[in-house]
């Protein structure tokens, strides 16, 4: 249940449509939480429906978070009006900052751990390396990986002295 604040900032609507029912507050860090329906939150199929034409009324909202938020699915739509109401939107200040900081990036293994800097891990699969002439096995331990700083699914580790990048979908934390 959202927090009574939420609910009157929305007027107990979602902040994208204006949906009723199955309302919950959305997080969004670094923005405040917005409160939005379940087709909304992405739990439904919004596309057979033409559902997101709904954000070019909430790009206009001034409550800050709201805009981050329609800012954010913007960037997320590969319809060519998503792209162009992205492009126009004039952001408060506030949402201007939060859409500024780049996001952190989470590097996740197969079963969806977060990894860490100098972490080892557990090839899973079999994998060629291309420009190596040979093959990492599964079950091979790769110690002290980096992450790929622009790239949440690819982390760098020492397999038979060579450094190689691996995708994070073939490994699982040790």
Known sequence: MPNTDLLARAAGVCEFCGAAEGLTAHAQPPADPVLLCPVCRGEADARAQGHWQCLQGAAWSAEPAVQYAVW?????LA???????RETMILSDEAQVWAD???????RDSNGVLLAMGD?????????V??????????TVVRGISLVADNASHI????EGQRI???TE?????
């Open 130 to 139: 291309k420009g190596g002439g040979f093959t990492a096995k599964r079950g």
């Open 101 to 107: 900081t780049p996001a952190a990036l989470e590097h």
């Open 72 to 76: 954010r699915t913007l960037g997320t």
């Open 165 to 167: 990048v691996i995708l």
């Open 156 to 159: 760098e580790g020492r397999v």
């Open 170 to 174: 073939f490994v699982k934390r040790r």
């Open 79 to 85: 319809d060519p009006w998503a792209a162009d109401l």
């Open 120 to 128: 080892s891990v557990v090839l899973v699969k079999d994998l060629p």
